[in-house]
């Protein structure tokens, strides 16, 4: 499984973004697919995760309400619709794909490179 996040950027505070990742592999659907972003000098921390059928989803309490994920099957894409920008949303936001729902980083097998959010005050 290979996954490419695209849609950062930089932003003020209050707006929007939103970030997709293209996942490759034959297996892919069969996985459920996360968004997890790293700040600097911080751990990677879980933002949202999506069950592979796209019926149940899960969120980090500080993002619930302000962010949306979403997949596509057909299209093999993840969307992670950000909303209410804040300064300390501002990391390294990275796709992931586990056999699971889950919230923990060590359960996911596949990562992508990252894309870089920057929410400006």
């Known amino acids: 499984v290979q996954l490419v996040e695209s849609g950062g950027g930089l932003v003020q505070a209050g707006g929007s973004l939103r970030l997709s990742c293209a996942a490759s592999?034959?297996?892919?659907?069969?996985?459920?697919l996360g968004w997890f972003r790293q700040a600097p000098g911080k751990e990677r921390e879980f933002v949202a995760v999506i069950s592979w059928s796209g019926i149940s989803t899960d969120y980090a309490d500080s993002v619930k309400g302000r962010f949306t994920i979403s997949r596509d099957n057909a299209k093999n894409t993840v969307h992670l619709q950000m909303i209410s920008l804040k300064p300390e949303d501002t990391a390294v936001y990275y796709c992931?794909?586990?056999?699971?729902?889950?919230?923990?980083?060590?359960?996911?097998?596949?990562w992508g490179q990252g894309t870089q959010v920057t929410v400006s005050s």
């Open positions: 592999g034959r297996t892919v659907v069969s996985y459920a």
């Open positions: 992931a794909a586990a056999p699971r729902l889950s919230g923990y980083k060590d359960e996911y097998r596949y």
